[in-house]
């Protein structure tokens, strides 16, 4: 089972090893199938931080969305160390408080975040619907939640041309950006487990059905740069009772 609202453990756990096999080029093959855009779709997310904020990213991995954000406090949340060592490595201990667990089980107290992003990272949760109500617990009332995804516009034209990309130009983009020396290791492709959870994600309305279900206000998506990615964006209600 690989659907909108997760998949099982046993799926989570391959598509985390395909993660951290593609992990020290990552960035490269992202790079070269966004057309070099999937930077500037996350300053774009990074500019909605204001100073005072305290951030936390879901699904942090090498730390590419880290780099940019300036706010007081941020925090990564991230199952894997491997990925949070690259990141660390990246940015600096000091800079960044490193957690380790997943968006399903937030190890931080209730009411403590003013924005929390998920970005490429939301489609990989195993259990979207109790991510989210981690998000809203965690958050102060009238704090965000920032989904940040490849775009996937409900069915149309735009879709088709969006999905013939992805599953024709993605598989072998990403080919040519891995090191050949990884590419002998592999037993299989990890970019089609990744894939995988792209065609398996609903369209922009199940992000946004899914945060108004869980209790979130003023939902609302905006497509960024060449409409190649989107970002949802909902509230927590002020007088919340979580
Ligand atoms: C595609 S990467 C995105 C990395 C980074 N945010 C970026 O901007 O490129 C997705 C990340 O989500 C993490 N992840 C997968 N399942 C998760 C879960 N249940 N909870 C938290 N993070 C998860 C993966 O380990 C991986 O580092």
Not at 171 to 185: G, M, V, Y
Request: glycine share 10%; proline share 6%.
């Amino acid at each position: 089972m690989l659907d909108h609202d997760g998949m099982s453990l046993r799926e989570w756990h391959e598509l985390m090893d395909a993660m951290e096999e593609v992990g020290p080029y990552y960035e490269r093959v992202n790079s070269l199938i966004t057309m070099g855009m999937v930077d500037r779709w996350r300053r774009r997310a990074a500019s909605i931080v204001g100073p005072e904020d305290v951030v936390l990213e879901i699904g942090s991995g090498p730390g590419n969305f880290l780099k940019h954000l300036k706010a007081g406090t941020v925090m990564a949340l991230e199952p894997s160390s491997e990925l949070s060592a690259y990141a660390a490595k990246l940015l600096g201990r000091d800079r960044v408080g490193f957690l380790r667990g997943v968006g399903e089980k937030i190890p931080l107290a209730d009411q403590t975040v003013d924005k929390v992003f998920c970005v490429f990272s939301f489609r990989d949760f195993f259990d979207r619907k109790a991510s989210i109500g981690e998000m809203r617990r965690v958050l102060k009332e009238g704090g965000e939640a920032i989904i940040l995804d490849m775009a996937k516009p409900p069915p149309g034209p735009m879709a088709k041309m969006i999905d013939l990309h992805v599953r024709h130009m993605v598989p072998p983009l990403a080919r040519i950006a891995a090191p050949a020396a990884a590419k002998e290791r592999w037993t299989r492709d990890p970019y089609s487990k990744l894939l995988e959870t792209y065609e398996a994600f609903g369209s922009v309305d199940v992000y946004e059905k899914a945060l108004r279900a869980g209790g979130f206000e003023g939902v609302a998506t905006e497509y960024l740069e060449l409409r190649g990615a989107t970002m949802t964006r909902g509230k927590k209600p002020w007088k919340s009772t979580s």
